[in-house]
Nanobody, 125 residues
Framework: QVQLVESGGGLVQAGGSLRLSCAAS????????MGWFRQGPGKDREFVAG????????YYADSVKGRFTISRDNPKNTVYLQMNSLKPEDTAVYYC??????????????????WGQGTQVTVSS
């Protein structure tokens, strides 16, 4: 199983930007579909964005479409989440996850077998 470590979280004002990174080790990174999920205060964890084996296949939750961009750098074993125009409702712990589902572009948490420890993003109003 691949191991994942997120970084880049922090405190930002509404309208600001942050870029999250997720470094992978212990697996063949380019064969994993990668995803970002988040869990806000008192909420269930939810899908945010996913990316296939290359940067050509990205997909997003409606709540972040047009504001967030997921990308990956396979030689660096890293996936990114660029977050622009942040809103207070984006406040959450953000998790990186990896799926070995044969390239299936999935949003289902059960399809992701490896998870990072999470990084806190707080957006102040």
């Amino acid at each position: 199983q691949v191991q994942l470590v997120e970084s880049g979280g922090g405190l930002v004002q509404a309208g600001g930007s942050l870029r999250l990174s997720c470094a992978a080790s212990g697996g063949t990174f380019s064969t994993y579909v990668m995803g970002w999920f988040r869990q806000g205060p008192g909420k269930d964890r939810e899908f945010v964005a996913g990316i296939g084996w290359s940067n050509d296949n990205n997909y997003y939750a409606d709540s972040v479409k047009g504001r967030f961009t997921i990308s990956r750098d396979n030689p660096k074993n890293t996936v990114y989440l660029q977050m622009n125009s942040l809103k207070p409702e984006d406040t959450a712990v953000y998790y990186c996850a990896a799926s070995r589902g044969g390239g299936l572009l999935t949003r289902r948490q059960a399809n992701f077998g490896s998870w990072g420890q999470g990084t806190q993003v707080t957006v102040s109003s």
